[in-house]
């Protein structure tokens, strides 16, 4: 079935041509042509031969929301055999809901009025009982989809055309070490870009209302304002959506709060299947990916052939989140050519505050290294009595602390509307409970071991402290990251 897709600054025309074949699809069977063959049909066949059965089946098909569909689910007769050669009725059933579709015997017609995947099922019977069925699906997708504008060369996101700067891998600053790319799939320009689009198409949830990037958006260092996302049918997510700047630096590669994917790759499709987030089995995710028209030619270019398949989806949707890499903050222009810390560069304040973030408030003791990278997830007494156990105890992994100010509400499940919250927190309002991390807990003395009947650390900072502290945590904002055009909407 030819696919012409046609965009405009309003709609996108969906043009679906298609060669109906009328035989007898009102119900009638279809009876051998006596001009063709007069000879009559065979007898004594085996069973096997005289069965009904599916030859050529229907590939899935694409529809559109207000745009007049008709489709031959017999494709002329071709799609089931008829040794017996007495003619075949057929009828077509919809799972569920028809979004607007109806059929009369091998006919499928209507104009489609909701986004989703129909489940077809054609069923062809002779006149002595015999039948077969075939399932496939059609793809109503919503009338306001548009195709990618990507420029003619692909934009760099390869370490080759985009380098660590210096100052990040330098190996006194540690964030090199903690890469936790797989050898088998290096970010590229092609697989980025692929991936890129993927991010911010909506095709990707079940009913084309959400993307990956409505709950992780660029202006907000890729996380959400809302302290749980909305999802494909208005339902909110279990948890804060987590900013996703830097996440190539993380050492045992694990993802989300409670770190229950063990890779990204097997991360970026969990919330594809989620119920509440976006509602679409894998299996409708290639259906609908490979119905799309754009798509073909970036996949060959990602990974040298047309084939769309689920392993390839998640790789280029990781080379994309890998390439989200933020480092050219106030903070950054501290660093010489060579790597090398002046941060006499600094206004005053942000100097104050760094000198506190690695010295006595011991931020930099959870949020290593030159981009502020937890190391694994922690429990940070966010309460005494636990009621989420994250990656189990309470434990919650933590993002990059970059563009940390421009990402509220904080922690998992957002209770902290701003940063000043997050600070006081940590200065007097971590809670005793037995999981706490010891690196929150008063210091025990000298020569003894840590105790976890010790209670919580209280920084009693002053109110100079913990205004150079917030000021260093917003001089950890890259403003070119929140709006490079590598990283934005390809969609107008």
């Known amino acids: 079935m030819p696919l012409l897709i046609k965009t405009s600054t309003a709609r996108v025309a969906f043009t679906l041509t298609l060669v109906l074949?009328?035989?007898?699809?009102?119900?009638?069977?279809?009876?051998?042509?006596?001009?063709?063959?007069?000879?009559?049909?065979?007898?004594?066949?085996?069973?096997n031969t005289e069965a009904v059965a599916v030859l050529i089946p229907n590939s899935a098909q694409a529809a559109m929301v207000g745009v007049p569909f008709r489709y031959d689910?017999?494709?002329?007769?071709?799609?089931?055999?008829?040794?017996?050669?007495?003619?075949?009725?057929?009828?077509?059933?919809?799972?569920?809901?028809?979004?607007?579709?109806?059929?009369?015997?091998?006919?499928?017609?209507?104009?489609p009025n909701t986004p989703g995947v129909q489940r077809v099922t054609i069923t062809a019977r002779d006149?002595?009982?015999?039948?077969?069925?075939?399932?496939?699906?059609?793809?109503?997708?919503?009338?306001?989809?548009?195709?990618?504008?990507?420029?003619?060369?692909?934009?760099?996101?390869?370490?080759?055309?985009?380098?660590?700067?210096r100052h990040v891998a330098a190996p006194g600053n540690g964030a090199l070490a903690l890469d936790n790319t797989p050898n088998a799939n290096p970010t590229t320009d092609a697989g980025a870009t692929l991936g890129r689009v993927l991010f911010y198409d909506r095709r990707l949830s079940a009913n084309d209302r959400v993307a990956c990037a409505s709950c992780h958006q660029q202006q907000f260092a890729f996380s959400d304002t809302a302290r749980l996302s909305r999802g494909f049918m208005g339902g909110r997510a279990a948890r804060h959506s987590m900013g996703l700047a830097n996440a190539r630096f993380y050492a045992n590669g694990r993802f989300f709060w409670d770190e229950r994917a063990v890779t990204l790759e097997a991360q970026v499709l969990q919330p594809i299947q989620d119920p509440t987030e976006m509602g679409l089995t894998l299996d409708d995710l290639v259906t609908?990916?490979?119905?799309?028209?754009?798509?073909?030619?970036?996949?060959e270019a990602a990974f040298g052939s047309r084939e769309i398949t689920t392993e390839r989806i998640s790789r280029a949707l990781a080379q994309f989140v890998r390439a989200l890499n933020s480092w050219n903050s106030t903070l950054d222009r501290a660093f010489d050519g060579n790597g090398t810390p002046d941060f006499t560069r600094l206004p005053v304040d942000v100097q104050q505050g760094q000198a506190l973030f690695t010295g006595r408030a011991g931020c930099a003791r959870c949020h290593s290294t030159v981009l502020q990278i937890g190391d694994q997830a922690r429990n940070t007494g966010l309460?005494?009595?636990?009621?989420?156990?994250?990656?189990?105890?309470?434990?919650?992994?933590?993002?990059?602390?970059?563009?940390?100010?421009?990402?509220?509400?904080?922690?998992?499940?957002?209770?902290?509307?701003?940063?000043?919250?997050?600070?006081?927190?940590?200065?007097?309002?971590?809670?005793?409970?037995?999981?706490?991390?010891?690196?929150?807990?008063?210091p025990p003395p000298a020569g003894q071991q840590p105790n976890p009947n010790l209670p919580p650390l209280r920084l009693n900072l002053t109110q100079g402290e913990r205004a150079s502290l917030l000021a260093f945590l917003r001089s950890l904002t890259d403003s070119t990251f929140l709006i490079d055009a590598r990283f934005a909407s390809p969609f107008r």
């Open 21 to 47: 074949h009328l035989i007898a699809c009102a119900g009638d069977p279809v009876a051998a042509s006596d001009a063709d063959d007069e000879s009559p049909p065979p007898t004594n066949l085996p069973s």
């Open 73 to 111: 689910a017999s494709r002329g007769g071709s799609v089931f055999s008829d040794p017996r050669r007495t003619g075949l009725t057929y009828t077509v059933t919809f799972a569920g809901g028809a979004a607007g579709l109806s059929a009369t015997g091998c006919e499928i017609m209507g104009v």
């Open 127 to 165: 006149t002595t009982g015999r039948m077969a069925s075939q399932q496939f699906t059609i793809v109503v997708f919503s009338d306001d989809l548009t195709v990618p504008v990507l420029p003619a060369t692909p934009a760099a996101y390869s370490d080759a055309r985009v380098p660590i700067p």
């Open 288 to 299: 609908k990916v490979s119905l799309t028209s754009h798509y073909p030619q970036l996949f």
């Open 383 to 442: 309460d005494a009595t636990i009621t989420d156990v994250g990656a189990g105890n309470g434990t919650f992994k933590a993002p990059s602390l970059r563009n940390v100010a421009v990402r509220a509400p904080y922690m998992h499940d957002g209770r902290f509307l701003t940063l000043e919250a997050v600070v006081d927190f940590y200065d007097r309002g971590v809670q005793a409970n037995p999981q706490l991390d010891q690196r929150l807990r008063v």
